[in-house]
């Protein structure tokens, strides 16, 4: 079996779960999701916890039973704790602004780049130069925060760009004269 599909998912104790065939609803303090997940894995909830089953061994399906499980786990984890991603903007002049549900870099275009939040997922601005995007789905935490890192990625030479707070810029040497 997969070792990370056999894993029961524990639910904690403020957790709602709700299973209607497929579609998993996980109701916690800081939200509630609902997902359609694959009709082809057997999802069980009980003693608080989620258990997953596949009907074959197949390829296929050991990979869509460790896929169900983390998406059941990161949905669990999602409405008690959050998921967070901190981006760093470089550059002079660089600065990140919040205007109500709007983002508004200057990032050395001729003109600011709005970034509006999407539904579920908020922005804030810490000092000028540090923006962190937060939400209880890692799948859209990810994206707007890679789509905000888009707009301006950072550069090899002198590391100007937007880059999450973890990443390693490998920098290149310029030209010599």
């Known amino acids: 079996m997969s070792r990370i599909g056999r894993t029961p998912v524990n639910i ?25 997940l694959n009709p082809n894995i057997e999802i069980e909830v009980k003693d608080n ?5 596949r009907p074959s061994d197949s390829k296929q399906m050991k990979a869509y039973h460790g896929l169900v499980r983390s998406l059941i786990n990161n949905m669990v ?8 991603k901190t981006l760093e903007i470089n550059g002079v002049g660089y600065r990140a602004a919040k205007q109500g549900n709007k983002l508004v870099l200057n990032i050395g275009f001729s003109h600011p ?19 962190v995007v937060e939400g209880i789905d890692k ?31 490998h920098r290149k040497v310029g030209k010599t004269g």
């Open 139 to 169: 799948q859209g935490v990810g994206q707007h925060a890679a789509i905000i890192r888009m707009k301006r990625p950072p550069e090899p030479y002198k590391g100007h760009g937007i880059k999450y707070s973890d990443e390693v810029i």
């Open 49 to 53: 916890e989620i258990i997953c089953t």
């Open 12 to 36: 904690p104790e403020k957790v709602d779960v709700t299973l209607d065939g497929h579609t998993l609803t996980v109701k916690g303090p800081k939200g509630s999701i609902t997902q359609e």
């Open 77 to 84: 984890e999602g409405v008690t704790n959050g998921y967070s």
């Open 113 to 131: 780049v709005e970034i509006e939040d999407p539904e579920g997922i908020t922005t804030r601005v810490d000092g000028t130069t540090t923006v």
